[in-house]
Protein backbone atom coordinates (compact mmCIF):
# COMPACT_ATOMS: atom_id res chain seq x y z
CA UNK A 1 0.00 0.00 0.00
CA UNK A 2 1.17 3.61 -0.07
CA UNK A 3 3.80 4.65 2.39
CA UNK A 4 6.02 7.00 3.59
CA UNK A 5 8.69 5.90 5.10
CA UNK A 6 11.55 7.88 7.43
CA UNK A 7 15.20 6.50 6.87
CA UNK A 8 16.15 6.91 10.61
CA UNK A 9 14.24 6.53 13.64
CA UNK A 10 15.73 8.69 16.03
CA UNK A 11 18.74 11.50 14.82
CA UNK A 12 21.21 12.95 17.72
CA UNK A 13 22.58 16.34 16.86
CA UNK A 14 25.03 18.91 18.59
CA UNK A 15 23.89 22.06 19.19
CA UNK A 16 24.87 24.42 16.60
CA UNK A 17 24.95 21.87 13.87
CA UNK A 18 22.97 21.53 11.47
CA UNK A 19 20.49 18.34 10.98
CA UNK A 20 19.23 16.71 7.85
CA UNK A 21 16.16 14.02 8.60
CA UNK A 22 15.19 12.35 5.57
CA UNK A 23 11.62 11.05 4.34
CA UNK A 24 11.27 8.29 1.43
CA UNK A 25 7.38 7.82 -0.15
CA UNK A 26 6.41 5.38 -2.63
CA UNK A 27 3.57 7.01 -4.66
CA UNK A 28 5.16 8.72 -7.98
CA UNK A 29 1.72 10.41 -7.95
CA UNK A 30 2.50 12.74 -4.51
CA UNK A 31 2.48 15.98 -5.40
CA UNK A 32 1.97 18.01 -2.55
CA UNK A 33 4.81 17.34 0.86
CA UNK A 34 4.49 18.97 4.41
CA UNK A 35 7.32 18.76 7.63
CA UNK A 36 5.34 18.80 10.52
CA UNK A 37 7.20 18.84 13.56
CA UNK A 38 5.13 17.46 17.00
CA UNK A 39 6.42 17.94 20.48
CA UNK A 40 6.05 15.87 23.57
CA UNK A 41 2.51 15.69 24.06
CA UNK A 42 1.27 18.19 21.73
CA UNK A 43 -0.05 18.13 18.13
CA UNK A 44 2.05 17.98 14.92
CA UNK A 45 2.70 21.64 13.72
CA UNK A 46 3.15 22.80 10.73
CA UNK A 47 6.93 23.85 9.39
CA UNK A 48 7.20 23.68 5.30
CA UNK A 49 6.19 22.52 2.62
CA UNK A 50 6.77 21.98 -1.43
CA UNK A 51 4.83 21.31 -4.10
CA UNK A 52 6.23 18.39 -7.01
CA UNK A 53 6.47 21.09 -9.18
CA UNK A 54 9.88 22.60 -7.02
CA UNK A 55 12.78 21.05 -5.81
CA UNK A 56 14.05 23.04 -3.11
CA UNK A 57 12.15 25.48 -0.83
CA UNK A 58 13.48 27.19 2.10
CA UNK A 59 12.20 28.98 5.34
CA UNK A 60 13.31 30.50 8.54
CA UNK A 61 16.19 28.00 9.82
CA UNK A 62 14.77 25.07 7.58
CA UNK A 63 15.03 24.05 3.57
CA UNK A 64 13.08 21.47 2.06
CA UNK A 65 14.31 19.08 -0.68
CA UNK A 66 12.61 17.05 -2.86
CA UNK A 67 13.68 14.70 -5.27
CA UNK A 68 10.81 13.08 -7.52
CA UNK A 69 13.13 10.98 -9.06
CA UNK A 70 14.20 8.96 -6.24
CA UNK A 71 10.51 9.81 -4.26
CA UNK A 72 13.12 11.47 -1.18
CA UNK A 73 12.62 14.46 -0.08
CA UNK A 74 15.02 16.06 2.79
CA UNK A 75 14.18 18.73 5.70
CA UNK A 76 17.73 20.35 6.79
CA UNK A 77 17.66 22.60 9.96
CA UNK A 78 20.20 24.90 10.09
CA UNK A 79 21.94 25.83 13.65
CA UNK A 80 20.24 23.07 15.53
CA UNK A 81 18.85 24.47 18.93
CA UNK A 82 17.71 22.78 21.82
CA UNK A 83 14.08 24.22 20.62
CA UNK A 84 14.14 21.58 17.88
CA UNK A 85 14.11 18.69 20.18
CA UNK A 86 11.23 16.83 18.31
CA UNK A 87 10.19 14.29 16.19
CA UNK A 88 9.51 15.24 12.54
CA UNK A 89 7.32 13.70 10.27
CA UNK A 90 7.00 14.14 6.64
CA UNK A 91 3.47 13.88 4.17
CA UNK A 92 2.59 12.75 1.22
CA UNK A 93 -0.35 14.17 -0.42
CA UNK A 94 -1.47 12.23 -3.90
CA UNK A 95 -4.13 14.58 -6.09
CA UNK A 96 -6.11 15.52 -3.32
CA UNK A 97 -6.78 15.56 0.49
CA UNK A 98 -5.72 12.07 2.44
CA UNK A 99 -2.67 12.65 3.63
CA UNK A 100 0.49 9.86 4.24
CA UNK A 101 2.43 10.57 7.44
CA UNK A 102 5.78 8.74 7.82
CA UNK A 103 6.25 7.25 11.53
CA UNK A 104 8.45 9.96 11.93
CA UNK A 105 12.26 11.06 13.50
CA UNK A 106 13.12 11.94 17.21
CA UNK A 107 15.56 14.68 16.92
CA UNK A 108 17.47 15.41 20.37
CA UNK A 109 19.74 18.19 20.35
CA UNK A 110 23.25 17.82 23.01
CA UNK A 111 24.05 21.14 24.21
CA UNK B 1 -11.70 29.39 17.65
CA UNK B 2 -7.76 30.50 17.46
CA UNK B 3 -6.69 26.96 16.65
CA UNK B 4 -8.20 23.73 16.76
CA UNK B 5 -9.92 21.92 19.73
CA UNK B 6 -10.20 18.49 20.88
CA UNK B 7 -11.85 17.11 23.93
CA UNK B 8 -11.43 15.44 26.53
CA UNK B 9 -7.65 15.92 26.42
CA UNK B 10 -7.40 12.71 28.31
CA UNK B 11 -10.24 10.06 28.47
CA UNK B 12 -9.35 6.29 30.51
CA UNK B 13 -11.89 3.83 29.99
CA UNK B 14 -12.96 0.12 30.60
CA UNK B 15 -12.76 -2.32 27.56
CA UNK B 16 -16.37 -2.40 26.10
CA UNK B 17 -17.73 0.76 27.11
CA UNK B 18 -18.16 3.34 24.52
CA UNK B 19 -15.99 6.70 23.93
CA UNK B 20 -17.01 9.79 21.98
CA UNK B 21 -14.42 12.37 21.36
CA UNK B 22 -15.02 16.34 20.29
CA UNK B 23 -13.18 18.22 17.67
CA UNK B 24 -13.77 21.66 17.42
CA UNK B 25 -11.88 23.63 14.06
CA UNK B 26 -10.81 26.39 13.29
CA UNK B 27 -14.01 29.11 12.63
CA UNK B 28 -13.90 28.87 8.53
CA UNK B 29 -12.44 25.88 7.99
CA UNK B 30 -14.21 23.30 5.42
CA UNK B 31 -12.12 20.56 5.73
CA UNK B 32 -12.02 18.26 8.97
CA UNK B 33 -9.30 15.35 9.33
CA UNK B 34 -9.33 12.50 11.91
CA UNK B 35 -5.99 10.65 12.80
CA UNK B 36 -4.73 8.27 15.17
CA UNK B 37 -1.46 8.00 16.18
CA UNK B 38 -0.28 4.74 18.35
CA UNK B 39 2.73 4.94 20.43
CA UNK B 40 5.76 5.67 18.89
CA UNK B 41 4.24 4.95 15.70
CA UNK B 42 2.87 7.71 12.45
CA UNK B 43 -0.26 9.47 11.99
CA UNK B 44 -3.16 6.91 10.62
CA UNK B 45 -5.45 8.72 8.50
CA UNK B 46 -9.26 7.56 9.94
CA UNK B 47 -11.78 10.20 7.84
CA UNK B 48 -12.27 13.23 6.11
CA UNK B 49 -15.29 15.74 5.95
CA UNK B 50 -15.49 18.34 2.97
CA UNK B 51 -18.06 20.97 3.03
CA UNK B 52 -21.24 18.98 2.53
CA UNK B 53 -19.81 16.19 0.73
CA UNK B 54 -20.13 12.63 1.73
CA UNK B 55 -17.29 11.51 4.05
CA UNK B 56 -14.52 9.55 3.21
CA UNK B 57 -14.50 6.44 5.58
CA UNK B 58 -11.94 4.62 4.24
CA UNK B 59 -9.42 4.68 7.21
CA UNK B 60 -11.94 3.96 9.57
CA UNK B 61 -10.43 0.66 10.90
CA UNK B 62 -13.77 -1.49 11.71
CA UNK B 63 -17.27 -0.77 12.30
CA UNK B 64 -16.81 -0.06 15.86
CA UNK B 65 -15.42 3.40 14.42
CA UNK B 66 -18.11 6.48 13.31
CA UNK B 67 -17.77 10.09 12.91
CA UNK B 68 -20.06 12.62 12.30
CA UNK B 69 -19.76 16.41 11.49
CA UNK B 70 -22.94 18.19 12.46
CA UNK B 71 -23.65 21.87 10.85
CA UNK B 72 -20.32 21.70 9.02
CA UNK B 73 -18.14 22.43 11.94
CA UNK B 74 -17.66 20.67 15.28
CA UNK B 75 -17.20 16.85 14.65
CA UNK B 76 -17.59 13.53 16.73
CA UNK B 77 -15.55 10.57 16.65
CA UNK B 78 -17.40 7.56 18.65
CA UNK B 79 -15.59 4.44 19.29
CA UNK B 80 -18.05 1.61 20.37
CA UNK B 81 -17.41 -1.58 22.68
CA UNK B 82 -13.57 0.18 22.98
CA UNK B 83 -10.60 -2.64 22.78
CA UNK B 84 -7.41 -2.05 24.12
CA UNK B 85 -5.76 -1.82 20.66
CA UNK B 86 -7.97 1.24 20.07
CA UNK B 87 -5.60 2.86 23.31
CA UNK B 88 -4.24 6.05 20.91
CA UNK B 89 -3.93 9.70 20.45
CA UNK B 90 -7.05 10.67 18.70
CA UNK B 91 -5.48 13.73 16.55
CA UNK B 92 -8.49 16.36 14.70
CA UNK B 93 -7.26 18.50 12.19
CA UNK B 94 -8.67 21.55 10.09
CA UNK B 95 -7.80 23.07 6.86
CA UNK B 96 -9.06 25.60 4.85
CA UNK B 97 -9.95 24.38 1.59
CA UNK B 98 -9.16 20.22 1.60
CA UNK B 99 -6.71 19.41 -0.80
CA UNK B 100 -3.47 20.70 -1.42
CA UNK B 101 -3.93 23.06 1.74
CA UNK B 102 -2.14 23.02 5.23
CA UNK B 103 -3.98 20.96 8.09
CA UNK B 104 -3.51 22.50 11.32
CA UNK B 105 -4.10 19.64 14.20
CA UNK B 106 -5.47 19.63 17.81
CA UNK B 107 -3.50 19.07 21.15
CA UNK B 108 -5.14 15.28 20.23
CA UNK B 109 -7.24 13.15 22.94
CA UNK B 110 -5.24 10.79 24.57
CA UNK B 111 -7.47 7.84 24.72
CA UNK B 112 -6.38 4.65 27.18
CA UNK B 113 -8.76 1.51 27.41
CA UNK B 114 -7.97 -0.81 30.15
Known amino acids: GESVGLHLPTLSVQEGDNSIINCAYS??????FIWYKQESGKGPQFIID?????DKRQGQRVTVLLNKTVKHLSLQIAATQPGDSAVYFC??????????FGAGTRLFVKA | GAGVSQSPSNKVTEKGKDVELRCDPISGHTALYWYRQSLGQGLEFLIYFQGNSAPDKSGLPSDRFSAERTGGSVSTLTIQRTQQEDSAVYLC????????????FGEGSWLTVV
Open chain 1, 91 to 100: AALTGGFKTI
Open chain 1, 50 to 54: IRSNM
Open chain 2, 93 to 104: ASSLLGAGNTIY
Open chain 1, 27 to 32: NSASDY
